[in-house]
């Protein structure tokens, strides 16, 4: 029995996105302590994290195509190749948990430390290098959304490119790899395909839109730790004896009868 072109479109759509899942996090960066001589399997796991021109080659490849299929003719119709088997797989069945799992990844960077998995940085650290990605990410994704004005497939809406939901997720599955090592990012990588996929099969992005998505967000993860050193020297958190506490302390308000969580983070 010939395949279905429906059929033919979810295939190759399947293997691209397995193409992207198997390059990001199948091998991290080897550097060298230049302090202590002990290997790292990330960059993060050092002392210093110090860019190098070899870090921006996967995230500016993706940025790259994906920028390149918002005006190249025979790659606009690969992505209306991919929405029609989209279409014929999910009918009028939607389903959007991207909304949501799209943040999956960030909590687990933030709180992985609290459960015993050990983090490399302390969470002060984290945070700075977290805010720092998520602002940059926002940075270029709403610049880039409000200089293209690609439409998006289901509504026309002039803000598809590129996928907001998609460099959310890949910034944090990006963090995760940088702080906890590969073999934790491997889960949150999956997560990150997964929302990519589904902004495809909800029908509000075009690949290419996710494409540059993922490349933005694995960018300002890195750009996060790349500015982690300056933070460092800038607060003295390389100092010896540098420390910092958290606590979180439930609450009760016998007036309105509700419950609550006091954050504290001493720096």
Sequence with gaps: MTPSPGKN????LALA???IWCAIPARAIEVTDSMAGVPCDTASACGEYRFRPAQLILPASLIAVGTFGVYNPAFKQFDRWIKGGMDDLRGKHYFRADDYIQYLPLVAYVGLDFVGVKARHSFKERFAAGA????????MVNATKHTVKE??????TRNSFPSGHTATVFTGAELVRMEYGTGIAIGAYTVATGVAFLRLYNGRHWFNDVLTGAG????????GYWMLPVYQRWFGWNKPGSKSAVALVPGYDTATRTLSVNFACCF
């Design 17 to 19: 996105l397995l193409m």
């Design 151 to 156: 439409p998006r497939p289901d509504n026309g």
């Design 132 to 139: 720092t990605a998520y602002a940059a990410m926002a940075v």
């Design 9 to 12: 479109r979810i295939v190759a």
């Design 216 to 223: 933005i967000g694995i960018l300002s993860a890195r750009i």
